[in-house]
């Protein structure tokens, strides 16, 4: 199969790629930058969609950038830059003579962003954008909150979401605009939870204060976590693209995923031998982010992935414990 990744040079990208390539698929990067197995954004809005037998876009700017405050120009880029990137391989799949089988959007049940260098330590998960005006993902997948917070609700993948403040009608726009019109190229949506792995994504700069045992909840610590291990995310991907019955929304969290911010701060201690009971207080992430922001770290939900299993797909990391064991061995 021959797959085109919008986005694919950071941290989910890198994974899904080897993954890919590993089971005998090639892939192609849309990427800022030109190089070999790549076209760029431009190319791509010039020339129309190269031959491929499904697409998958990872793209869009980081929202938990500290150094950028939380304005209507801000929000604008958040915004564009999820839905130009998706509008443009909607448009260029639609265009194309021959459409590829399969299409698949990563958006998200929550967000939590990782920090890059010189940002908050804490923070979780991030995306830079590039010179072109393109934001493409640079260490993981970037969430944003599709079902509301609450410390009661479960969530599935059928259940209401995407209208109550401005993260969640962000994914209902970013969902939107990659529909196509017909039935000819399968339409799948991947809505991640926090991603760990090994190298980047929420563990990235988590490693640090928790080995010294400065770790601990961020805020109370009694919102849900829904989180997935770097592996089961490209597995469910590339699941979803090799599996012709999988259409829809699929929730990419790990079957565990009723896990509190509080039990994942006690894992990761438990996984690195270090207490993990410090937090970082309510007060201080809503002065860094905005209140608004704030909420994404702050609040969570209870998300399961029950049409993801019904699919057949089989967990590599269905455990917290698990998970971070693999991720910081």
Known sequence: MRVLVGGGTGFVGTALT????????????????PGPGRITWDELTRSGLPSCDAVVNLAGQNILNPLRRWNETFQKEVLSSRLETTEMLAKAIAKAPQPPQAWILVTGVGEMSRAKEGEAKWSLNCKGT?????????SAVLLAAYYQPSLTAEYDEDS?????????????????????????????VVRSGVVLGRGGGAIGHM????????GGPIGSG???FPWIHIGDLAGILTHALEA?????????????STTTNAEFAQALGAALGRP???PVPSTVV??????????????????VPRRTLATGYQYSFPELGTALKEVVA
């Open 222 to 224: 009694h919102q849900f």
């Open 207 to 214: 490693l640090l204060p928790f080995r010294l045992g400065l």
């Open 160 to 188: 209401p979401g995407g209208d109550f403040d401005f993260f969640s009608n962000l994914v209902t726009k970013w969902e939107a605009a990659a529909r196509l019109p017909g039935d000819s190229t399968r339409q799948v």
């Open 276 to 278: 993990a009971f410090i």
């Open 286 to 303: 809503q002065a860094v982010f905005g209140r608004e922001r704030a909420i994404m770290l702050l609040e969570g939900q209870k998300v």
């Open 244 to 256: 012709g019955h999988v259409h829809g929304v699929l929730n990419g969290v790990a079957p565990a």
């Open 18 to 33: 080897q993954l890919l390539k590993a089971r005998g698929h090639e892939v192609t990067l849309v990427s800022r930058q």
């Open 130 to 138: 590039g010179s072109t005006g393109h934001s493409e993902q640079t």
